[in-house]
């Protein structure tokens, strides 16, 4: 099996393992009857959820199987959108302007246009893994071959380019327009200074260091996270790198953050949160360890984060407890 599909196979394969059901789910909905039956039409238990975030107003969430669902209540009810097979969705991005795009393991990106969701074709012969949206509303696109594509034009154009190294790009972020990172397999690090027109390998993580994600709260300050639980951190944007105490002892598959704050979500439905120099365990009640495998969270403009996984979607509130 191809370590591309690494996370998201085994993620998929594991979601059994999820004690916390839709119906248990449902008991959040404050006892109201229609949100709890317009959830319950929107989601489906065969739904397997690996991406999701917030934009404008709406919370976005993806699933493995080519579905995508919308919900201006912060979760309580969803609209859903079945997308033509094959589709698979393994990210989204909420651009600064606050259009929103899936990626789809299947070489495309779906871009919403006058209410409906619009496929356009990545323009590489690579696998794509992770995708981002910088600072002036650029895709850009990660995956196989160490490649990285580029669209200025939601995804109607691309430029693309390959790093002469035989691996797996598996996370990019940019921290401003000109400044990008992506890291990936076999520990590869790559950075650029001037707005992606050359990227360059940096000093490499562990060479057996396979990341799942990325998270910088600024342009020096970061953090990896990849296999078997590993936790890297750094403060010169990239350049070196630090083992950094994961308290979760788990793999973390997804990070994201605002200002001071960071979030992590991973394996056995572990939450860590940075706050105040320091990363800690979350208690989550219910939501928390053991429920299974959490692939994604996103920051909610009313405060807290939205964790998705599995067949699962829960806000967590500002007080760390699952909502």
């Known amino acids: 099996m191809q370590l591309i599909e690494m996370k998201h196979l085994c993620v998929a394969a594991?979601?059994?393992?999820?004690?916390?059901?839709?119906?248990a789910c449902t008991k959040a909905d404050h006892g109201d009857?229609?949100?709890?039956?317009?959830?319950?039409?929107?989601i489906h238990r065969t739904d397997q959820f690996d991406a999701v975030a917030a934009t404008k107003g709406r919370l976005l969430a993806g699933t493995l199987g080519g579905v995508l669902l919308a919900s201006q209540d912060e979760g309580k009810?969803?609209?859903?959108?079945?997308?033509?097979?094959?589709?698979?969705?393994i990210g989204i991005s909420a651009c600064p302007d606050g259009t929103p795009v899936a990626l789809d393991f299947h070489r495309r990106v779906w871009v919403e246009q006058g209410g409906q969701w619009v496929a356009r074709p990545i323009?590489?012969?690579?696998?794509?893994?992770a995708m981002t949206c910088d600072g002036t509303n650029r895709l850009w696109v990660v995956g196989s071959r160490t490649g990285i594509a580029s669209s200025k034009d939601r995804g109607k154009t691309w430029a693309s380019t390959?790093?002469?190294?035989?691996a797996i790009l598996s996370s990019v972020h940019f921290s401003d327009p000109q400044h990008g990172i992506a890291v990936g397999?076999?520990?590869?690090?790559?950075?650029?200074?001037?707005?992606?027109?050359?990227?360059?390998?940096?000093?490499?993580?562990?060479?057996?260091?396979?990341?799942y994600a990325m998270y910088?709260?600024?342009?020096?300050?970061?953090?990896?996270?990849g296999v078997a639980g590993a936790l890297f951190g750094t403060s010169d944007g990239g350049a070196t790198w630090i083992a950094v105490d994961n308290p979760a002892k788990a793999p973390i598959y997804a990070l994201n953050g605002a200002s001071d704050a960071a979030w992590g979500v991973g394996a056995d439905g572990r939450v860590i949160r940075w706050l105040a120099g320091a990363w800690t365990d979350v208690d989550t009640g219910d939501a928390g360890t053991g429920s299974g495998e959490l692939t994604a969270l996103t920051l909610l403009p009313s405060g807290g984060v939205f964790v998705a996984g599995g067949d699962n979607l829960h806000r967590l509130?500002?007080?760390?407890q699952a909502d």
Request: proline share 10%; aromatic share 8%.
């Open 216 to 225: 910088f709260r600024d342009r020096d300050h970061g953090w990896v996270s």
């Open 33 to 42: 009857p229609a949100v709890a039956a317009e959830r319950a039409k929107s």
């Open 162 to 166: 390959a790093l002469d190294k035989d």
């Open 14 to 23: 594991l979601t059994a393992l999820l004690a916390v059901t839709l119906a």
């Open 123 to 129: 323009d590489t012969k690579m696998d794509p893994v």
């Open 317 to 320: 509130s500002p007080n760390h």
């Open 77 to 89: 009810s969803w609209t859903r959108t079945e997308l033509p097979q094959p589709a698979s969705i």
């Open 185 to 211: 397999e076999f520990g590869s690090v790559a950075v650029t200074s001037d707005a992606g027109a050359h990227w360059a390998l940096s000093a490499p993580l562990p060479p057996d260091f396979y990341p």
